[in-house]
């Protein structure tokens, strides 16, 4: 089980590569990729801001759910903060079970999680101003099938 | 004396990122209030709590949570990682 | 899309560093990757049979559904064949999408289809002797939620 | 003249991975009581077909398809991939 909050860029094959070798006796290896999205071609760049003090443990802690409900061997969860560009990668969860439905429902559960849960806020940065990025009603609702 | 800590737009609306208070609140709720007497900042900050949300200890709470032997609250608003 | 049945080992972690790179204003990457698995410590190695003049039309005419049903802005199918030992990677599935549910969906979808329906059988070889791997009721069942 | 083609303990039981056949079967299912009528290990192969799946021209099909204008015909177990 792993968390990592950082500024620096990761590169998802890399990570996979790595997470891929802790994978003994296990079927089933998922993974979940972020990527700044630049939804009609306005968007300049993101600043994510996080809460220091609390990211790590409430990440871990949603981390330690998924690996006992799902019976994971291990789990990967990556997210970064600071300025990020369309195109760059923001976050990253992997899992490996035995089987393929508890490594993808594990995942999913990572990530509905991450969204609603995990002490970060964004905020876009446009030709024409600044804004924070609003909670979507779906992605609160999606924590309801967990 | 508990340490506030404010996040995103409402970190911007109060204009600092963190204050020591000293403070004779019971609850999340009451602390509010206080604020929200202060100055205009807090007001406007926390004219409409369910746009907030709040941590007590790094925990994320409720605004009736008691306050007795907490050091730190954390106002901020929805979460929008991931 | 694409598609690729190899008896050559593939490495999971290059080929999502490739695929990411195809990755233009879409949010979400999903990958799979399959693990040779030793169930009780006994497998020697597996043998992977398949219908070569089958196999690349049927998985393309899987993806192919995936892409549309789900807007997909890229995906990908790696199956391997021949000999493999636990451990080894059997395959991987990878999927782009501007939304994560999406792209979740998508790979399972394909996960539950390669399964079930494209031209692969495996054998398995143990000190015991060599038995061919039963289809199993859940893998046909999971195809009834799609 | 049709090529049959077989795959894992289908391919194991008849012996041969592939062999071309002259038949006047109309469908997948008569051509099977053709080939069951020929020999044991057909027979053997044959003797449970809802343990079988069958492709006509690399496509999966159903035992009552018809043989008009079909070169290559598939049998195997259900398969097992992923």
């Known amino acids: 089980m792993s968390v990592r909050v950082q500024s620096d860029p990761f590169d998802p094959g890399q990570e996979l590569s790595q997470f891929s070798q802790l994978v003994t006796g296990a079927g089933a290896i998922v993974t979940f990729t972020g990527v700044v ?10 600043l994510i801001e996080h809460y220091p003090a609390m990211t790590g443990p409430a990440i871990e802690a949603i981390e330690t759910q998924a690996v006992s409900r799902w019976d994971l061997q291990a789990s990967l969860v990556i997210h970064r903060y600071g300025t990020l560009a369309p195109g760059d990668h923001i976050m990253m969860v992997a899992t490996v079970s ?13 990530m509905d999680y991450l969204k609603s849960r995990a002490p970060f806020w964004k905020k876009e940065f446009t030709a024409d101003g600044a804004s924070w990025v609003a909670a979507k009603d779906k992605d609160e609702d999606a924590l309801k099938r967990w | 004396m508990i340490d506030v800590v ?60 008691p306050l007795a032997g907490v050091r730190e609250v954390a106002f901020f608003p929805p979460m929008t990682g991931g």
């Open chain 1, 37 to 46: 999205r630049d939804e009609d071609g306005s968007l300049d760049h993101m």
């Open chain 1, 98 to 110: 035995r089987h393929r439905a508890n490594a993808f429902s594990a995942a999913e559960f990572l």
């Open chain 2, 6 to 65: 404010y996040f995103a737009w409402v970190r911007e609306r109060i204009g600092v990122p963190k204050e020591t208070l000293d403070t004779t609140a019971q609850t999340v709720a009451q602390l509010i209030e206080e604020l929200k007497a202060r100055e205009e900042r807090y007001a406007l900050a926390f004219a409409d709590i369910s746009a907030l949300r709040v941590a007590v200890d790094q925990e994320l709470s409720t605004f009736d949570a």
